[in-house]
Every structure is written in C-alpha cells, then in structure tokens.
C-alpha cells in the first residue's frame, strides 16, 4: 500500500480527486456524476466538503479505467468517503 500526503487537490468528480496531475477514485464509493439526477447538489457539496483541506490517500487498488483507488482521509484523520456517505452523498 503507497501512502501519500497532499497539501491540497483537485476534485475531478463526486469519487474522485486528482493530485498532481494523478486520478484517484475514492475506495469505497460511487457518486453521482453532475449529469444524473442530485448530481450537481452531490457535487457542490463534495466542493464544500473539500474546501481548503489537505488529504492523505492510502492507495489500496486500481479500477477498470486505471485509477488508483485510495482511502483518502483529511489531516484529522476523517475518512472523506464516509464523511459523503453520511451527507447522503453518495
């Protein structure tokens, strides 16, 4: 397992981030994209959620179109899968 920790991200979509230039889907959870119904409300959250944190992702897996597939976690240790979860973000 590679471990890395980023001083801020990217957001690609509602599962996946992008840091320096690098896909990373989050292990554990397929969000809505921006064009399915709840979408833009999913996302916009997910931006919220995201402002201004730095994350740690422990890559764990790779999926079908070659993403890494991480736990990402922020500096205090919050799972950000979870956290879109329990938003009902998922």
Known sequence: MLVHDWPGFHRDDGDTIRIKHKQ???FGIDAR???HPYGR???SAF???CNEKDV???ICDMDQYG???ALCTFTDSTNLS???VSQGLH
């Open 24 to 26: 990373i889907h989050l």
């Open 33 to 35: 994209e921006i064009d």
């Open 41 to 43: 409300k999913s996302n």
């Open 47 to 49: 931006i919220d959620l």
């Open 56 to 58: 740690r992702a422990e």
């Open 67 to 69: 993403r890494d597939v």
């Open 82 to 84: 979870a956290e879109l």
